[in-house]
Nanobody, 120 residues
């Protein structure tokens, strides 16, 4: 089992910044994907940004140029730097980790989520 824990959410004014952190621990084999999704009230969960080993990053158009994903493989950690925040960025942000076992088996794990509220 892999445990995924996020931190760093909170209340920020429009135009402000926040940095989310996520760390994976437990019975890790080889982390393949680390990333962030978010879910606003009444909406479906959506991709924010992911980092795939050997491939690179994928960032949603809605946050491109404002959010930056970074990864620390040594710490099994991923970060999301969020700048120029807008009220529509308000959501619960979830960290997602894919652990690869062998050549083909992949298991996904979600964190518990951290609330980000952008409001004046």
């Amino acid at each position: 089992q892999v445990q995924v824990v996020e931190s760093g959410g909170g209340l920020v004014q429009p135009g402000g910044s926040l940095k989310l952190s996520c760390a994976a621990s437990g019975s890790i084999h080889s982390i393949d994907v680390m990333g962030w999704y978010r879910q606003a009230p009444g909406k479906q969960r959506e991709l924010v940004a992911t980092d795939t080993s050997g491939v690179g990053t994928n960032v949603a158009d809605s946050v491109k140029g404002r959010f930056t994903i970074s990864r620390d493989n040594g710490r099994n950690a991923v970060y999301l730097q969020m700048d120029s925040l807008k009220p529509e960025d308000t959501a619960v942000y979830y960290c997602y980790v894919v652990d690869k076992i062998g050549s083909s088996a992949r298991y996904g794990y979600w964190g518990q989520g951290t609330q980000v509220t952008v409001s004046s």
